[in-house]
């Protein structure tokens, strides 16, 4: 995703999987490069639900960057539902952790950061 400012980013790869900015801000960044600064509980960007979002049964790569300076949980990626999705976060022993649930399956993938 790409761009530096205003209140939308813009799917590179594509697939039209295009974002709403809420609340984070647009930086600075090494290079007269800019990212994104999520500096509230609030902050996201909203999605669309589109299916290439959704792995299926398929293989599937997500890839996040961050930096934090928090050791509350954070939750970096979701798109799950009570029953079926996906979500990585950032638990508070600093242990990244991604959870698939397809039905009452659910698959837990952790690290350490």
Same mark, same amino acid.
């Not at 999520?38 to 902050?43: A, G, L, T, Y």
């Not at 039905?103 to 950061?113: C, H, P, R």
């Given at each position: 995703m790409d761009t530096n400012t205003g209140n939308y980013i813009f799917d590179s790869s594509g697939n039209g999987n295009d974002g709403h900015i809420v609340g984070a801000t647009w930086v600075h960044f090494l290079g007269g490069k800019f990212r994104l600064e999520f500096n509230s509980v609030n902050d996201h960007i909203s999605l669309n639900q589109a299916d290439s979002l959704r792995p299926g049964d398929g293989d599937f790569t997500t890839k996040i960057w961050?930096? #934090?300076? #928090? @050791? @509350?949980?954070?939750? $970096? $990626? =979701?798109?799950? =539902? =009570? #029953?079926? %999705?996906?979500?990585? @976060?950032? %638990? @508070?022993t600093i242990e990244a952790r991604m959870v698939l649930r397809d039905g009452s399956v659910v698959d837990v993938i952790k690290g350490n950061t």
């Amino acid at each position: 995703m790409d761009t530096n400012t205003g209140n939308y980013i813009f799917d590179s790869s594509g697939n039209g999987n295009d974002g709403h900015i809420v609340g984070a801000t647009w930086v600075h960044f090494l290079g007269g490069k800019f990212r994104l600064e999520f500096n509230s509980v609030n902050d996201h960007i909203s999605l669309n639900q589109a299916d290439s979002l959704r792995p299926g049964d398929g293989d599937f790569t997500t890839k996040i960057w961050f930096k #934090t300076v #928090t @050791d @509350d949980r954070q939750i $970096l $990626l =979701s798109m799950d =539902s =009570s #029953t079926d %999705g996906y979500y990585i @976060d950032l %638990g @508070d022993t600093i242990e990244a952790r991604m959870v698939l649930r397809d039905g009452s399956v659910v698959d837990v993938i952790k690290g350490n950061t």
